[in-house]
């Protein structure tokens, strides 16, 4: 049972104003907001310890979501996280002030505005956002992902080439579309399984996009199989293959998705 303490001469944040400010906010808001209430009550160096603790949870928050594959992430809500801190923020705050609230308000002292604690909240909102533009920013080698965009470009513009085929299927003889099988398209995608292999030995390339270059070559491996088969069925006057090229297209289909998470 918490003890009876004169905040005759204090103005202390409500847990709403807390809860408010940390969805706002973040973790720093809450611990902000918390170290002002411990100051209030003339306990300085609980506030501070709340303060570090509150800076250490919300670098933490923050690693463990950049660790979490984009795909994933993507599929969260954005309200989920905010709303889950500051359920457990809120629960602790009235485990802690519940009752120093209670005596506070029957003996009509004052508290600070819920706009004040949104202000703080907003602040604290703006120093995080900057933070991970500066983490971001100076973690990101530059050079390494201008030089990957140039191998993408070339690979989408072979994607690009490869796929006119497609345009004259019905009107270009047998041997014309064989031919241009051999010499143009089925080429296109193993120079793109190059292209792709070169994107691997960039420098500092980001994890993320070494995982996007699996993808990429998985696509390629599908295009020519599926390139290769229609040549055959071309060649051989056929239809036997048209299940196999059903199934192969299929999976190009789902690959695309992949990529394009």
């Known amino acids: 049972m918490q003890k009876e303490i004169n905040t005759e001469n204090s103005t202390l944040y409500t847990k ?5 400010a940390t969805f706002i906010g973040g973790p720093i ?17 609980k506030g501070n310890n709340i303060l570090i603790i509150s800076i250490v949870a919300t670098i933490a928050l923050f690693v463990l979501i950049f660790s979490i594959p984009e795909s994933f992430i993507n599929k969260i809500p954005n309200v989920v ?32 505005s819920v706009w004040r ?28 992902e201008n030089l990957y965009a140039d191998k993408i470009r070339q690979f989408s513009k072979n994607e690009h080439e490869s796929l006119k085929f497609f345009n004259h299927i019905d009107s270009e003889s047998d041997f014309g579309l064989i031919l241009e099988l051999n010499k143009k398209v089925i080429p296109i995608w193993k120079e ?23 993808k990429l070559l ?5 295009r020519i ?9 071309l ?27």
């Open 192 to 214: 793109n399984i190059e292209i792709i292999q070169q994107a691997n030995t960039i420098k500092n390339l980001p994890s993320v996009l070494m995982e996007q270059n699996k």
């Open 117 to 144: 604690a949104v202000g703080i909240g907003v602040v604290s909102l703006l120093i995080m956002l900057v933070g991970i533009f500066g983490y971001v920013y100076f973690s990101t080698d530059v050079e390494a």
């Open 29 to 45: 808001a809450a611990g902000y907001l918390i170290r002002e209430n411990y100051n209030e009550l003339q306990e300085e160096s």
């Open 235 to 261: 060649s051989e006057n056929t239809s036997k293959y048209d299940s196999q090229l059903e199934f192969v297209n299929a999976q190009i289909e789902k690959q695309l998705e992949l990529i394009n998470e």
């Open 225 to 233: 199989e599926s390139f290769e088969l229609l040549k055959k069925a």
């Open 16 to 20: 709403r104003a807390i809860g408010i």
């Open 81 to 112: 996280i905010p709303a889950i801190y500051t359920a457990l923020i809120t629960f602790w705050v009235e485990h802690t002030f519940g009752s120093i609230f209670k005596q506070h308000e029957e003996n009509k002292y004052s508290f600070y």
């Open 218 to 222: 998985r696509y390629c491996e599908l």
